[in-house]
């Protein structure tokens, strides 16, 4: 098993033909997560993969509590392995309690955001980490329909979207679903631009 030193958290990566190995983007959204982040906060992380993100915060910040879901089985238990509350689900469906108080200060998702075809599509479980469907943004806006229900008023989500994803595209939903926005981070990456935007619920 490899292991992944960043700062001061220890990740440790399973095979990486069925789980998403943390990459550029991983990096840069785990570093404005911890500049996002405060003692205090209640934070999920939607598709934590082997739990990279989730465990740089838990490893920097002290007196947080996090909870990731995943759906990649093989990527759950890694997270596990790392330390993660996982709850292995679709999205948030296995988070039952929308109740005020059980509300999210912080919500992180890297999501899949390849435009992918019927053709493109990678056997197995992995293709989750990569299929954003057509347009690239099926998974982020099935998120972000969904994300308000679980964010406490004032709160935020970071999201990790690439120029491929289409910026404007992802701005506009935000918007529709109530988030102020504010693109935080921006970085070159070979073919493409990396990004990650903020909403903070009005
Ligand atoms: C681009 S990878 C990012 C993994 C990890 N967060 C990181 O930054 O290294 C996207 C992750 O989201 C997971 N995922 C995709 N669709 C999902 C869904 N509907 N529900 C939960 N997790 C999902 C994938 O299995 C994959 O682990």
């Not at 509300?103 to 990678?122: G, H, M, Q, W």
């Not at 406490?152 to 988030?179: H, Q, W």
Request: charged content about 30%; glycine content about 8%.
């Amino acid at each position: 098993m490899v292991e992944i030193k960043y700062g001061k958290a220890r990740v440790k990566l399973e095979d990486t033909n069925l789980i998403y190995e943390p990459a550029e983007d991983s990096f840069l959204l785990a570093d404005v997560a911890l500049k996002e982040a405060d003692q205090g906060m209640r934070i999920l992380e939607i598709g934590t993969g082997s739990g990279f993100v989730s465990a740089v915060l838990l490893a920097n910040l002290k007196d947080i509590s996090l909870i990731a879901t995943e759906i990649n089985p093989h990527a759950a238990r890694c997270a596990k392995i790392n330390g993660l509350e996982l709850i292995r689900t679709d999205l948030f469906s296995g988070i039952r309690s929308k109740s005020s108080e059980k509300r999210f200060d912080l919500i992180l998702f890297n999501a899949p955001y390849l435009p992918t075809s019927k053709d493109e599509k990678v056997p197995g479980w992995l293709n989750y980490a990569f299929d954003g469907g057509i347009n690239g943004r099926e998974t982020l806006y099935r998120f972000l329909d969904e994300v308000r229900g679980y964010t406490r008023p004032g709160g935020k989500i970071l999201v990790l979207i690439s120029s491929i994803t289409g910026l404007e595209a992802v701005i506009i939903k935000m918007k529709s679903v109530g988030f102020k926005t504010d693109i935080l981070e921006r970085k070159k990456v070979s073919f493409e631009e990396l990004m990650v935007v903020r909403g903070k619920l009005l």
